[in-house]
Nanobody, 117 residues
Framework: QVQLVESGGGLVQPGESLRLSCASS????????MAWYRQAPGNQRELVAS?????????ADSGKGRFTISRNRDNAKTTVYLQVDSLNPEDTAVYYC?????????WGQGTQVTVSS
């Protein structure tokens, strides 16, 4: 079992930045990739960025240059961050953390990001 808890969302104005956090605990040593997804109203959930257990990162085209995924590890948990800069209204969505294990996967509960003036 892996537990994922997101935080850091909120209401921001266009052009501002946010840092989202995803705290993972449980069988974290089995995780081989962690990712951030987002889902806007009426849209499908889409990948934003991912990071492998080896530290390799990948970004969706919509986030290249504005999104940065990073990770901090300690013995008991791993926290994955998503730094989002130059936010615009099209970034409004629920952002979800995802952890992929061999033969299993977990989602967090999501954190709402709203970009509005």
């Amino acid at each position: 079992q892996v537990q994922l808890v997101e935080s850091g969302g909120g209401l921001v104005q266009p052009g501002e930045s946010l840092r989202l956090s995803c705290a993972s605990s449980g069988n974290i040593f089995r995780i081989y990739i962690m990712a951030w997804y987002r889902q806007a109203p009426g849209n499908q959930r889409e990948l934003v960025a991912s990071i492998t257990s080896g530290g390799s990162t990948n970004y969706a085209d919509s986030g290249k240059g504005r999104f940065t995924i990073s990770r901090n590890r300690d013995n008991a948990k791993t926290t994955v961050y998503l730094q989002v800069d130059s936010l615009n209204p099209e970034d409004t969505a629920v952002y979800y953390c995802h952890a992929a294990l061999r033969g299993d996967a977990y989602w967090g509960q999501g954190t709402q990001v709203t970009v509005s003036s």
